[in-house]
Nanobody, 125 residues
């Protein structure tokens, strides 16, 4: 299983970015897909998740209303649209796939079996 994340970069506060995560070796339709982030000196934290099939999503309170997770099962790809970015959103963003995740554990990084390499998002205030 491989996850290839892309789309990070440098953006000014208030701007937007769209992250992509292309999966291979796994059919994401049957799996939870998650986005997590890790800022320097901090633990990895949950950002957003998309349930099996993509019919249900959840997001952290800190990004609710600004970030949207979506997926294209035909392309085996998950996205994170990030709007109204703030300096505190600066972090390395990781995508993850979990085919045995249950709903109550979707915000737990340990529930996901495979991770992408991370893509850096830097927001300048």
């Amino acid at each position: 299983v491989q996850l290839q994340a892309s789309g990070g970069g440098f953006v000014q506060a208030g701007g937007s970015l769209r992250l992509s995560c292309a999966a291979s070796g796994v059919t994401i339709r049957s799996c939870y897909m998650g986005w997590f982030r890790q800022a320097p000196g901090k633990e990895r934290e949950f950002v957003a998740a998309s349930a099996r099939g993509g019919g249900s999503t959840s997001s952290a309170d800190s990004v609710k209303g600004r970030f949207t997770i979506s997926r294209d099962n035909a392309k085996n790809t998950v996205y994170l649209q990030m709007n109204s970015l703030k300096s505190e959103d600066t972090a390395v963003y990781y995508c993850a796939v979990g085919c045995r995740v249950i709903a109550s554990e979707q915000r737990n990084p340990a529930a996901y079996g495979y991770w992408g390499q991370g893509t850096l998002v830097t927001v300048s205030s």
